[in-house]
């Protein structure tokens, strides 16, 4: 599912999450700007995080948590960690990566973060 899809000049950026077999979270992300070579030395970065999936359902209620205590709820009642994913960070646009980081570093759920 895309979190945050972004085209327009100079910028291609794509965030998105799924569950794989095993139940892990996968959150994927595609930058394709210019900006990036200044400070990686290339104009594109593809990264992702995952959450294990023994730490999916503490990871799912802290989102919804954190939904409802912005007084909203998920679209369409979907509490699943995907549409959670989505609900809490797709309004951050181009900063939702690190206001996902944040999230998971702030509420101490572990993550593995890759670079490829």
């Known amino acids: 599912m895309d979190i945050v899809r972004l085209r327009s000049p100079g910028i291609h950026?794509?965030?998105?999450?799924?569950?794989?077999?095993?139940g892990n979270?996968?959150?994927e992300g595609h930058d394709?700007?210019?900006w990036l070579e200044e400070l990686f030395g290339t104009d594109e970065r593809e990264y992702s995080y995952t959450v294990a999936a023994p730490d999916v359902a503490r990871l799912a209620a802290l989102l919804l948590e954190h939904l409802r205590r912005d007084g909203r709820e998920p679209a369409g009642d979907d509490e699943s960690v995907v549409a959670l994913?989505?609900?809490?960070?797709?309004a951050h646009g181009i900063d939702a990566s690190r206001e996902?980081?944040?999230f998971l570093q702030a509420n101490?759920?572990?993550?593995?973060?890759?670079?490829?």
């Open 25 to 27: 979270l996968w959150v």
């Open 108 to 116: 101490q759920v572990r993550y593995q973060f890759t670079v490829r």
């Open 85 to 90: 994913v989505a609900a809490v960070f797709s």
């Open 100 to 102: 996902l980081r944040t």
């Open 32 to 34: 394709l700007s210019a």
């Open 13 to 22: 950026y794509t965030l998105s999450a799924s569950l794989d077999d095993r």
